[in-house]
């Protein structure tokens, strides 16, 4: 079953302008992680948020955390062409240090220059 | 340069054939994946390998067969009984670390396998 959702599908802005990205979530989790996906190429992880964070900036990448409406949101601000691409949130099973990353359906933004 | 190597980029499967698709690793890493893309889905998790010699079954293994007999390779198998086989096909590998505690996936950059 899916853990994360992300909405929208899908997001088309102008260069220059802010992206908004949200993950919803079923089960508590120690971690939240985003991930981005160009076309036909494997996933890069860009940052992790654990349970105890509600906020973390990585660059132009801003990421926050409500565990108590399970859900996370992805800013990046001032967009450029490149970032377009798919971006997912990922998290791992609520019970055990196990290994079992779940990914959601994905985002794809679109950055128009 | 450490990473993770998928091979091949393109695997073409005719009826009733056997594909294996290659993933190695240099980075160490103990655990190994593989996950499943399908056009505007997620990821789904076929097999994973937390240490040498030991795998488990993820959500979607029926058809698929995995070994893990050294520490930086992880291949997967399609079997013929897998009837829906094109997709593409992620290789991850992690680091668990001493905590335990879940960390980020390196990937491989994908293979594509489509049915003939």
């Known amino acids: 079953s899916q853990q994360g959702e992300e909405d929208p599908q899908a997001l088309s802005i102008q260069e220059g302008e802010n992206a908004t990205m949200n993950c919803s979530y079923k089960?508590?989790?120690?971690?939240l992680q985003w991930y981005r996906q160009n076309s036909g190429r494997g996933l890069v992880h860009l940052i992790l948020i654990r349970s105890n964070e509600r906020e973390k900036h990585s660059g132009r990448l801003r990421v926050t955390l409500d565990t108590s409406k399970k859900s996370s949101s992805l800013l990046i601000t001032a967009s450029r062409a490149a970032d377009t691409a798919s971006y997912f949130c990922a998290t791992p099973p609520p019970t055990g240090a196990n290994s079992k990353l779940t990914f959601g359906k994905g985002i794809t933004l679109s950055v128009r220059p | 340069d450490g990473g993770i190597t998928q091979s091949p980029k393109y695997l073409f499967r005719k009826e009733g054939q056997n594909v294996t698709l290659s993933c190695e690793q240099n980075?160490?890493?103990?655990?190994m994946y593989w996950y499943r893309q399908d056009p505007g889905q997620g990821l789904r998790l076929i097999y994973y390998?937390?240490?040498?010699?030991?795998?488990q079954k993820g959500d979607i293994a029926e058809g698929y067969s995995v070994s893990r007999e050294k520490k930086e390779s992880f291949p997967l198998t399609v079997t013929s009984a897998q009837k829906n086989p094109t997709a593409f096909y992620l290789c991850?590998?992690?680091?668990?670390?001493?905590?335990?505690?879940?960390?980020?996936?390196?990937f491989g950059s994908g293979t594509q396998l489509s049915v003939l």
């Open positions: 980075l160490n890493h103990d655990a």
């Open positions: 390998s937390q240490i040498v010699n030991d795998f």
């Open positions: 089960t508590s989790i120690n971690n």
């Open positions: 991850a590998s992690r680091n668990p670390g001493p905590s335990r505690i879940n960390e980020k996936l390196f």
